[in-house]
C-alpha cells in the first residue's frame, strides 16, 4: 500500500506561482511513474502532468510551458511549479502513483488551488 501526502495548495492570485508537493511512502517511489491531475467544479478530471520513472514528462496543452513537473527519489516526492497562474487553473489537484511493475495505482487526497482574478 503506497500513501500520498499532498501540500503546496492555496490562494494566489492571477499571474502568480505555486509548487505542489507529493510525498510518496514505501520504497516503490524510483520504479513508479507520477503525475499530477485536477478537478474544477463541474468537470471530469483532467491530466496536468506526467512524470515517467526514467524523468521523462508530457504535459496538458493548457499548462505547457507554465508548468513543471520533477521529481526526487532521494525524497520520494514528485513536485509541481506552477507559475503564470490563471483563474482557469482553480481546481483540486490530485497527485498519483502509478507503480511500473504491477500497475497500482494510488491517488493522493487532493490540494485546493485557487487562483484569483
Known amino acids: 500500500q503506497v500513501q500520498l501526502v499532498e501540500s503546496g495548495g492555496g490562494l494566489v492570485q492571477a499571474g502568480g506561482s505555486l509548487r505542489l508537493s507529493c510525498a510518496a511512502s514505501g520504497s516503490l517511489f524510483s520504479r513508479a511513474n507520477m503525475g499530477w491531475y485536477r478537478q474544477a467544479p463541474g468537470k471530469q478530471r483532467e491530466l496536468v502532468a506526467r512524470i515517467l520513472a526514467e524523468g521523462s514528462t508530457n504535459y496538458a496543452s493548457s499548462v505547457e510551458g507554465r508548468f513543471t513537473i520533477s521529481r526526487d527519489s532521494a525524497k520520494n516526492t514528485v513536485y509541481l511549479q506552477m507559475n503564470s497562474l490563471k483563474p482557469e487553473d482553480t481546481a483540486v489537484y490530485y497527485c498519483?502513483?502509478?507503480?511500473?511493475?504491477?500497475?497500482?495505482?494510488?491517488w493522493g487526497q487532493g490540494t485546493q488551488v485557487t487562483v484569483s482574478s
Open positions: 498519483i502513483f502509478t507503480a511500473r511493475d504491477t500497475g497500482s495505482t494510488y
